[in-house]
């Protein structure tokens, strides 16, 4: 049984209890974010934990503990339930007030809700996956304005997997304006004539900490590479696609909406990228 974090207790997973007036259950009032782990370690711990505090931000919730403390609390879970390969997921919310109402909770009187847990990924490097390449297919994106704070709000993500599931495929590129924002839970990228191709950063999309990790390691590797948006019909005539996320590091996609994306197996851009990315992420991991 794991051992999870709880506003301050380390407990066993069934011991650890949230009210059910908390906001998080109530009104998905809350944010959270999936660090990675690899041999034991945090990969891009500092990008995560600035993204928290810039989506506490935004929402104006205060960050419930100090750099250190976050870093603690993770390597504490990481260790105890001895995690080589997987992530830790930290979820905060605006607390229970004690009763529901649309209102705000004062946050000198109701503390924001803490959970940490981890999630143990054996084989997440060489997964199945990474090697073949996965399927997707494109589905309206309806969520709200803001996909750049990254909410707990998670409903049509979860939907529209289950459209991919229900097609026979593995994810969904989600679809406004004619453009892709994004993947259900990961940046999405097309490869043409050498370019990597992936929309710029606005409220549209989720500021991924492995997209900025990556861009910045194509950079230095002199690649060639366009931030703007793109239809489905650019990425079926595109000669690659892949997806970027914490859990999925960088994956290649060989299908979207039945179409297969060059010869329809992972290229070489993608795969580069990944082995990149895995090299020069251990440097930095703690
Ligand atoms: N977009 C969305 C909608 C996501 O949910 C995620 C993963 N949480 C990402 C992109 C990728 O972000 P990251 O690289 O920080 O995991």
Redesign the pocket.
Known sequence: MRTVYLNGDYLPENEAMVSIFDRGFLMADGVYE?TSVLDGKLIDFAGHMARLKRSLGELDMINPLGDAEWLDIHRQLVRVNEVQSGGVYLQVTRGAPGDRDFVFPDPETTPATVVLFTQSKPGLIDSAQAKTGIKVISVDDIRWGR?DI?TVQLLY?SMAKMMAKAAGCDDAWLVEDGFVT??????AYIVKDGRIITRDLSND??H????AAVLRFAREAQMDIEERPFTIDEAQAADEAFI???TMFVTPVVEIDGAKIGTGTPGTVAPRLREIYFEESRKTAI
């Open positions: 999936v996909r990254k993500p994004e993947g259900s839970s990961n940046n999309i989720l991924g900490i492995t997209r970027t996320s914490a």
